[in-house]
């Protein structure tokens, strides 16, 4: 079995992989959402904390697996630095008591493994990944072979959801509040900005459609000033804008590229309003969609375990004393380390 941790971000989670199997033996998740809800966004600092109290938690009920682990895997990038190091430090701890491997894992390659979780690996595939930290479209050839062909040139789309939700009043994480309020909006009542819809770039934008919500909100008065209805029309007509500029962008990148199946990984995959769109996007062009089970969409140490299961047949190992963070940075374009 393999033992992984994910601390990359406000999530603490700690799971347990049957190597043979692939089977999820044990998974447990704490969300620190209400904590970091107060200040409309994770503060990385109250994070770091949390996680060095929830994750020795959830591992005291991991413990009965211990004499049948042959790997510690955990996030070792990217992500907040503080909280990575949360993770890190555990792993490091694991390891070295229970003289075991150590295995790195790149969170974004977790939320690709995060379709392949009790199954096996379906490759080649396109994958977009849609998180609070990232938005890129990534050709997956194999597990070693990785390459990002388009990626944001700013804000992410989950990171976009969570800022206009700040600036409706509705409280964090925004993904799941937007949605639920765009069902009781008019999606055509506000006329917002398809970010780069003239331009021939394969990237996302979704700064200026942003400061657009931004300037609606503020035309409506505010926080204070907006209804109800004015809070669910603009939040529908932000996520038709979002809608459109992914399947523009996407509709070049899939004319160009011949692979069959297509995914949408990251927190952001659980909208179904996205969803039913890219499921109209595949049956155009003759494609399938897979996507994760939604217990599984956002951060998780499940996903990060199922990719460790092929990385611990490949016996990609480091040592305990060398692990560090390798970079919090965004990928901005080319391989996936």
């Given amino acids: 079995m393999i033992l992984s941790i994910e601390s990359s971000c406000d999530d603490s989670s700690i799971a347990i992989t049957e190597i043979a199997t692939k089977k999820v033996l044990y998974h447990k998740k704490i969300s620190q959402e209400e904590q970091h809800s107060?200040?409309?966004?994770?503060?990385?600092?109250?994070?770091?904390?949390?996680?060095?109290?929830?994750?020795?938690?959830?591992?005291?009920?991991?413990?009965?697996?211990?004499?049948?682990?042959?790997?510690?895997?955990?996030?070792?990038?990217?992500?907040?630095?503080?909280?990575?190091?949360?993770?890190?430090?555990m792993a490091k701890t694991l390891s070295v008591l229970l003289d075991i491997p150590l295995i790195p894992?790149?969170?974004?390659?977790?939320?690709?493994?995060?379709?392949?979780?009790?199954?096996?690996?379906?490759?080649?595939?396109l994958v977009l990944l849609i998180s609070g930290g990232h938005t890129q479209v990534i050709r997956v050839e194999s597990f070693e072979h990785m390459e990002i062909l388009a990626t944001s040139m700013d804000d992410s789309v989950g990171e976009s959801f969570d800022k206009c939700a700040k600036m409706m009043g509705l409280?964090?994480?925004g993904g799941p509040l937007i949605e639920a309020l765009a069902l009781k909006g008019y999606v055509n009542h506000f006329e917002l900005p398809i970010p780069l819809r003239n331009s021939p770039l394969i990237a996302f934008s979704l700064s200026g459609l942003?400061?657009?919500?931004?300037?609606?909100?503020?035309?409506?008065?505010?926080?204070e000033g907006m209804s109800e209805q004015d809070r669910a029309d603009l939040s529908a007509s932000f996520q038709k804008a979002v809608k459109l500029h992914l399947i523009q962008k996407s509709k070049k990148i899939f004319a160009k590229?011949?692979?069959?199946?297509?995914?949408?990984?990251?927190?952001?995959?659980?909208?179904r309003y996205l969803r039913n769109a890219y499921q109209d996007l595949c049956d155009e062009f003759g494609k399938t969609l897979h996507v994760a089970p939604l217990e599984y969409c956002s951060d998780n140490a499940a996903m990060i375990g199922r990719y460790?299961?092929?990385?611990?047949?490949?016996?990609?190992?480091?040592?305990?004393?060398?692990?560090?963070?390798?970079?919090?940075?965004?990928?901005?374009?080319?391989?996936?380390?």
């Fill in 38 to 89: 107060c200040y409309g966004g994770v503060v990385p600092e109250l994070a770091s904390r949390l996680h060095a109290v929830a994750l020795p938690e959830i591992l005291k009920e991991t413990k009965p697996y211990f004499g049948k682990l042959k790997a510690i895997a955990v996030t070792n990038q990217p992500g907040l630095g503080v909280t990575l190091l949360e993770g890190i430090a």
């Fill in 105 to 125: 894992v790149h969170h974004l390659k977790g939320h690709i493994y995060s379709l392949f979780i009790e199954k096996e690996p379906i490759l080649p595939l």
């Fill in 171 to 173: 409280g964090y994480p």
């Fill in 210 to 223: 942003k400061n657009a919500v931004r300037l609606q909100a503020e035309a409506l008065g505010g926080i």
């Fill in 257 to 271: 590229e011949e692979i069959k199946d297509f995914a949408i990984v990251g927190g952001a995959s659980a909208n």
């Fill in 308 to 337: 460790a299961v092929e990385a611990y047949e490949r016996k990609l190992f480091i040592d305990p004393n060398a692990i560090d963070i390798v970079s919090t940075k965004k990928q901005q374009s080319g391989m996936l380390l």
